[in-house]
C-alpha cells in the first residue's frame, strides 16, 4: 500500500487535516463558502455551529464521501480522493449516529471491523480490551448490540474508529447520548489520544461547555462560513473579555443579534 506523503515541499510536517476555500451548493442551498481552518498532530480542534451551519457537510467532504465545488482538502499532505485506501487507514470516523450490527455482540462486530483493517489476534485482543476498560464496557461487550444503550453504542463506534490506530480522529457529536461519568471518560480518552499519541481530532458539538473542556481551538461555522476561530484564549482577548465564558466572548466578537442565535443555538 502506497504511504501517504508526511512532509510538505519545505520538509516542515503537513498538518493532519486542512481545509482550504471549500464550498460546497446543494442546488440553490449554498452549504459552504470559503471555508478553511487546519488540524495538527496532537490538537483537538471542534467544528460549533448551529443546525445547518454546514458541520456535516463539511466533515462529509473531509471524508470524501462528497466532493467540494471549489477549494482543497488535504489530509496529512495528500488531497482527499487521490489514494483512498492510504487516507482511511489514518482517519477513525464516528458518525452522530452510527448504524452498528444489531444481530452481532459488541465483540464479534469489533472483530469484524479488526478483520477489515487486517489486525491479527494478539493486537487486536490487546488494543480492543484496553478501550473495553478504558470506556468501563468491559463485561458487556459478549451482549447482542440490539440490547445496548445509546451510550454503549456511542462507546462502540468509537472504538470500532480507534482499533486500527489513526492519525486523524473524526467526530460528529460524539458525547451525544454519554451519561457524565461516560462523557467524562471519553473525554479523557480523547485528550489522552491527543496528547499522548500526538491523534489529531476534529469534533462537531453543540455544546459550549464539552468544546471549552476539550478544545484547543474551535472553529466556530454559521450559514456556511467560518464566523470565528483560534484558541479560548484569542478568542477572549479579542473581545476584549478575559475571564469571561464563550457565551459572552461570542457575543462580544460579533456585537450583533445574529451571533445571539448561534450562541442560543449552540446552547440547544
Ligand atoms: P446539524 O447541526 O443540523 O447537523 P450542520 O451544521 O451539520 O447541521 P449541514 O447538514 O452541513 O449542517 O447543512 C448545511 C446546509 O446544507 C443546510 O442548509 C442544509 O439544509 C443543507 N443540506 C445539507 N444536506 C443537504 C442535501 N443533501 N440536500 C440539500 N440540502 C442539504
Same mark, same amino acid.
Given at each position: 500500500?502506497?504511504?501517504?506523503?508526511?512532509?510538505?515541499?519545505?520538509?516542515?510536517?503537513?498538518?493532519?487535516?486542512?481545509?482550504?476555500?471549500?464550498?460546497?451548493?446543494?442546488?440553490?442551498?449554498?452549504?459552504?463558502?470559503?471555508?478553511?481552518?487546519?488540524?495538527?498532530?496532537?490538537?483537538?480542534?471542534?467544528?460549533?455551529?448551529?443546525?445547518?451551519? +454546514?458541520? *456535516?457537510?463539511? =466533515?462529509?467532504?473531509?471524508?470524501? %464521501?462528497?466532493?467540494?465545488? &471549489?477549494?482543497?482538502? !488535504? /489530509?496529512?499532505?495528500?488531497?482527499?480522493?487521490?489514494?483512498?485506501?492510504?487516507?482511511?487507514?489514518?482517519?477513525?470516523?464516528?458518525?452522530?449516529?452510527?448504524?452498528?450490527?444489531?444481530?452481532?455482540?459488541?465483540?464479534?462486530?469489533?472483530?469484524?471491523?479488526?478483520?477489515?483493517?487486517?489486525?491479527?489476534?494478539?493486537?487486536?485482543?490487546?488494543?480492543?480490551?484496553?478501550?473495553?476498560?478504558?470506556?468501563?464496557?468491559?463485561?458487556?461487550?459478549?451482549?447482542?448490540?440490539? +440490547?445496548? *444503550?445509546?451510550? =454503549?453504542?456511542?462507546?462502540?463506534? %468509537?472504538?470500532?474508529?480507534? &482499533?486500527?490506530?489513526? !492519525? /486523524?480522529?473524526?467526530?460528529?457529536?460524539?458525547?451525544?447520548?454519554?451519561?457524565?461519568?461516560?462523557?467524562?471518560?471519553?473525554?479523557?480518552?480523547?485528550?489522552?489520544?491527543?496528547?499522548?499519541?500526538?491523534?489529531?481530532?476534529?469534533?462537531?458539538?453543540?455544546?459550549?461547555?464539552?468544546?471549552?473542556?476539550?478544545?484547543?481551538?474551535?472553529?466556530?461555522?454559521?450559514?456556511?462560513?467560518?464566523?470565528?476561530?483560534?484558541?479560548?484564549?484569542?478568542?477572549?482577548?479579542?473581545? +476584549?473579555?478575559?475571564?469571561?465564558?464563550?457565551?459572552?466572548?461570542? %457575543?462580544?466578537?460579533?456585537?450583533?443579534?445574529?451571533?445571539?442565535?448561534?450562541?442560543?443555538?449552540?446552547?440547544?
Amino acid at each position: 500500500m502506497a504511504a501517504l506523503p508526511s512532509g510538505g515541499p519545505s520538509g516542515a510536517p503537513s498538518p493532519a487535516l486542512e481545509v482550504v476555500d471549500v464550498s460546497k451548493s446543494y442546488g440553490t442551498v449554498r452549504a459552504l463558502q470559503g471555508v478553511r481552518f487546519s488540524v495538527g498532530a496532537g490538537e483537538i480542534v471542534g467544528l460549533l455551529g448551529p443546525n445547518g451551519a +454546514g458541520k *456535516s457537510t463539511t =466533515m462529509k467532504a473531509i471524508l470524501g %464521501l462528497l466532493r467540494p465545488d &471549489a477549494g482543497s482538502i !488535504r /489530509l496529512f499532505g495528500a488531497e482527499v480522493g487521490t489514494n483512498p485506501v492510504a487516507t482511511k487507514r489514518q482517519i477513525g470516523y464516528v458518525p452522530e449516529s452510527p448504524s452498528l450490527y444489531e444481530f452481532l455482540t459488541g465483540t464479534e462486530y469489533l472483530d469484524f471491523i479488526a478483520d477489515m483493517y487486517g489486525l491479527d489476534r494478539a493486537t487486536r485482543r490487546e488494543r480492543i480490551g484496553q478501550f473495553l476498560t478504558g470506556l468501563e464496557l468491559a463485561g458487556h461487550e459478549d451482549a447482542l448490540i440490539s +440490547g445496548y *444503550s445509546q451510550g =454503549m453504542r456511542q462507546k462502540v463506534a %468509537l472504538i470500532a474508529a480507534l &482499533a486500527h490506530r489513526p !492519525r /486523524l480522529l473524526i467526530l460528529d457529536e460524539p458525547l451525544n447520548g454519554l451519561d457524565p461519568r461516560s462523557a467524562r471518560v471519553t473525554k479523557d480518552l480523547l485528550r489522552n489520544l491527543a496528547s499522548r499519541d500526538g491523534v489529531a481530532i476534529l469534533f462537531s458539538t453543540h455544546v459550549l461547555e464539552i468544546a471549552q473542556a476539550i478544545c484547543d481551538r474551535v472553529v466556530i461555522l454559521d450559514h456556511g462560513t467560518v464566523l470565528a476561530s483560534g484558541t479560548f484564549e484569542s478568542l477572549r482577548a479579542r473581545a +476584549g473579555l478575559a475571564g469571561s465564558g464563550l457565551e459572552e466572548v461570542f %457575543l462580544a466578537l460579533t456585537g450583533s443579534g445574529d451571533l445571539g442565535d448561534v450562541v442560543a443555538a449552540l446552547e440547544r
